[in-house]
């Protein structure tokens, strides 16, 4: 779900079995310190917890919101072929092991999906029980040059043709690397499943309503990319955690 950053700053601390983790405003002030300095754009996903507790307070009650997974994107201003430059915080701390990722993309404007292009734009940390976050990946990936325009022109220019035996022996190669490649550079590995790959051909493809769909005509694998992407970004908030990681899949799922 959206929520505004006074919302998400309300977050309250929380314990998971002994281990104790801070408010909301502990881990995500400093992301939104160091990034004020380059933009007051911030969208802000999150996932609550199945359950909150009550607090009353005269004839009130109030929810004790605890935000668990968090999601934070600092939108730059400019636009590089349609595509908005993002520098994300995304963290959970109910995942299997308390998590928090830095990264630097690209929102396409016109469906809002994530592209992260490099393992240099993405820093993956394990958040310790009552301890601060570590900043200092966030900060390298700021001072890091964008790679965003190069690789969308890249993407531009190789083509995809629309011939039934490349679309048969693509779709064979996107679904076994979901089935054998995985990100590992991270706390825990990262797969795509091969639904997102039948997902993707089915919207380049079957589905002739689809904003991918390609009839009879090539196209290119920047298309390709983002059926993929719209899977991965538009979820419905199924897994806010791990989108970087996927998006990087992709790149190497499709051969780019």
């Not at 016109?110 to 900043?135: G, H, K, R, W």
């Amino acid at each position: 779900m959206d929520v505004t950053i006074d919302e998400l700053l309300k977050g309250k601390a929380t314990r998971i079995k002994t281990k104790e983790f801070y408010e909301t405003a502990r881990y995500v002030e400093p992301f939104l310190n160091r990034m004020s300095k380059y933009t007051n754009d911030f969208r802000i996903k999150v996932q609550l917890p199945q359950q909150v507790t009550i607090t009353k307070k005269e004839d009130i009650n109030f929810e004790d919101v605890t935000y668990n997974r968090v999601w934070v994107q600092a939108v730059l201003p400019g636009v590089i072929d349609n595509h908005e430059e993002v520098i994300g915080m995304v963290y959970g701390i109910d995942t299997r092991k308390p998590v928090v990722k830095f990264y630097k993309g690209g929102l396409n404007r016109a469906c809002t999906n994530l592209c992260v292009f490099s393992p240099q734009y993405l820093d993956v940390n394990e958040i310790q029980p009552a301890t601060p976050m570590v900043y200092s990946g966030l900060d390298t990936i700021i001072e890091r040059e964008s790679n965003l325009r190069a690789s969308l022109e890249k993407m531009h220019n190789t083509p995809f043709i629309n011939s039934e035996q490349n679309i048969n022996e693509a779709l064979g190669q996107w679904v076994r690397k979901c089935i054998q490649y995985r990100y590992t550079r991270g706390i825990a590995p990262v797969a795509l499943s091969e639904a997102t790959a039948i997902g993707a051909y089915k919207l380049l493809f079957e589905k002739e309503d689809s904003p991918y769909f390609v009839g009879v005509e090539d196209t290119d694998m920047f298309n390709v990319y983002n059926a993929f992407t719209e899977l991965i970004t538009n979820d419905k908030d199924k897994d806010i955690i791990n989108k970087p990681e996927k998006t990087l899949l992709v790149k190497s799922i499709i051969g780019v």
